[in-house]
């Protein structure tokens, strides 16, 4: 199977971009697809016993060899036709319109053939033809559509304290290995951080494992930059203090969600980096102190960026420390003190208790408990963690699409 599924996450390649390239932390975009569709062999081996049309349910009953059953609303099944006159399989994209799709269809007859393949005639005389395995993988059961939607967003996530067993993996497998770089990004999936070891010492590798599975996205700091100690910094990152735990670019309407951190050089004393799982930390939150954590999830906080670098920049932008989803599940942490304007958008009155909820929130990632502490080391070969946006302390967090980890780190020189 990960032979297949490699070949979707990684096939598709871009061109280079500006070959004004600078050593450090790089941004990636990354396009996840999950699993590829239809891999079980439950899917493969579907066979329909039976198929009907209810009169006036609006649906197509489908009873199977193995002895369940499903249901197919006919609206869906219209919607989704396989013709080419409605589907455009080329771009596996649909071609019919929505306005003319009748919401009140109902199929005129509906035939079964080699208990392979539904055929459906709808009132217009229009002919639909559905194969099984098509059919069967989009089930509407509970048990179904969960199977479906792990195949498609693998959403294991493994949470983690400061007793984290740091994943590494091999640079050079990673680039050249499809079957290496697919455990690879189901790891990041999953742990939300890895250690690559044995990346050449030189600039240019962060851009070399960019483009093995998407792009790097460019932003104001430039598509790559160098992370160091510098006069007159713009940037809290390019000085030698120690920086709290938090997430890069929450100002930015969309922030990134896997960064790449290449050590090319380390200074002689300190440079520690501490990494902390932002998921983890959030639902210690919400079962200590639900309201902290409404209060985290439901406030927009501004952030700002303001300077000169790649380009000149003037940013403004509104997050919440937490993000969820419609089962109020932490999804994403979008918390940078540094770039947390002094402009704050909410009733006075309403100052001090999220003050004290962020407060805790913090307390909680940097607890020894949750925090874990590792040195990059370049050696003969620079390695590169890779994390996805998700909040640490020393050196810099994250807030992903990906297991929120948030990092920091003190200084870290990483020069050509």
Not at 394 to 406: A, C, D, G
């Amino acid at each position: 199977m990960w032979r297949l599924a490699a070949r979707v996450l990684l096939g598709t390649k871009v061109h280079p971009l500006t070959q004004r390239l600078l050593a450090g932390a790089a941004n990636l975009q990354c396009c996840w697809w999950g699993t590829v569709r239809g891999t079980h062999t439950g899917y493969m081996s579907a066979g329909i016993w039976k198929v009907e049309a209810p009169d006036a349910e609006h649906l197509i009953r489908v009873q199977w060899e193995d002895g369940s059953e499903s249901c197919y609303p006919c609206v869906w099944l219209r919607d989704n036709c396989q013709c080419p006159h409605c589907f455009l399989h080329s771009a596996k994209a649909r071609k019919l319109l929505f306005e003319d799709l009748d919401v009140d269809i109902v199929a005129k007859k509906v035939t079964l053939t080699d208990r392979k393949k539904v055929s459906i005639t709808w009132p217009d005389e229009h002919t639909s033809e559905y194969e099984a395995e098509w059919l069967k993988k989009r089930c509407f059961s509970e048990a179904a559509r969960a199977e479906m939607q792990e195949d498609l967003f693998l959403p294991e996530h493994q949470y983690w304290g400061s007793d984290l067993q740091l994943p590494k993996m091999p640079f050079e497998e990673i680039i050249y290995d499809d079957e290496s770089a697919y455990k690879w990004l189901c790891t990041l999936k999953k742990m939300g951080v890895v250690l690559l070891t044995g990346a050449a010492a030189r600039q240019g590798e962060l851009v070399k494992l960019g483009h093995r599975i998407g792009f790097l996205r460019l932003t104001f700091y430039g598509p790559t930059w160098q992370v160091q100690d510098k006069a007159d910094a713009n940037n809290v990152a390019y000085t030698t203090g120690k920086l709290c735990f938090h997430t890069d670019y929450p100002v930015l309407q969309h922030p990134p969600g896997v960064q790449f951190l290449h050590c090319i050089k380390q200074t002689a004393t300190g440079g520690e980096s501490e990494i902390v799982d932002g998921f983890h930390a959030a639902n210690k939150l919400k079962h200590q102190n639900p309201q902290a954590y409404q209060i985290l999830t439901s406030t927009a906080v501004d952030y700002t960026d303001v300077g000169v670098d790649y380009c000149d920049f003037a940013v403004q932008g509104k997050q919440r420390i937490i993000d969820v989803d419609y089962r109020g599940q932490a999804i994403r942490i979008n918390f940078n003190n540094a770039t947390r304007d002094t402009v704050f958008d909410i009733p006075a009155e309403e100052v001090r208790p999220f003050y004290a909820a962020l407060k805790e929130f913090s307390d909680l990632l940097n607890s020894t408990e949750h925090k874990f502490t590792y040195k990059l080391k370049p050696e003969a070969k620079g390695h590169v963690p890779v994390l996805p946006h998700s909040s640490s302390s020393s050196s810099r967090p994250l807030t992903p699409p990906l297991q929120p980890l948030v990092y920091s780190a003190s200084p870290l020189s990483c020069t050509g």
